[in-house]
């Protein structure tokens, strides 16, 4: 059975993504560097676990996903690849982060309905295909999935006070 088509046909549309949305992932890489900011280097460089990655490398994960598909698979740009090894400290993680953050945020907040729904094919296999709408809710909900895991590994670490960053708070 093919999947149904549940785009809405008329009524306003939202902006994407919505504001209260829009703002928790603005803020999201000050607030999680930020949160980081407690631990020694060593300690965020340490894998917490075998086969686990530390949470240098996944803040860096984070930059470099959303550079992939907003820069890259959306607006045609180079591909840009980032070597967790390369970040020296939280300073410069989030030296590249916000620039890129801020970036997109000017970027959605010019989408217009018809730029949302046009669509780009995935890098790996050209016959399939995202609409621009599809992508940033991707990189939105990758991003959350990913900062539960940053969440996790400073538990690990023995921290108690980690504060609800849920997007809506």
Avoid: N
């Avoid at 970036?103 to 217009?112: D, I």
């Avoid at 599809?134 to 999935?145: A, F, G, K, L, S």
């Amino acid at each position: 059975m093919a999947p149904r088509d549940v785009t809405p046909r008329s009524g306003p549309r939202v902006a994407m993504p919505p504001p209260r949305i829009a703002d928790g992932f603005a803020r999201l890489p000050i607030e999680l560097t930020d949160l980081c900011r407690p631990h020694t280097w060593e300690e965020l460089t340490e894998p917490p676990g075998e086969g686990m990655k530390p949470i240098r490398d996944v803040l860096v994960h984070m930059v470099g996903a959303e550079a992939f598909w907003i820069q890259h698979v959306v607006l045609g740009g180079r591909r840009t690849r980032l070597d967790p090894a390369s970040f020296g400290d939280l300073d410069s993680i989030l030296g590249a982060w916000r620039p890129q953050r801020e970036g997109t945020m000017a970027w959605l907040s010019a989408l217009t309905p018809k730029a949302r729904g046009s669509r780009r094919a995935f890098p790996w296999d050209p016959e399939q295909t995202a609409s621009v709408e599809e992508i940033v809710w991707h990189v939105v909900t990758h991003e959350q999935y990913h900062r539960g895991q940053v969440f996790t590994r400073l538990a690990l670490l023995g921290r108690r006070d980690l504060p609800d960053y849920d997007l809506l708070r």
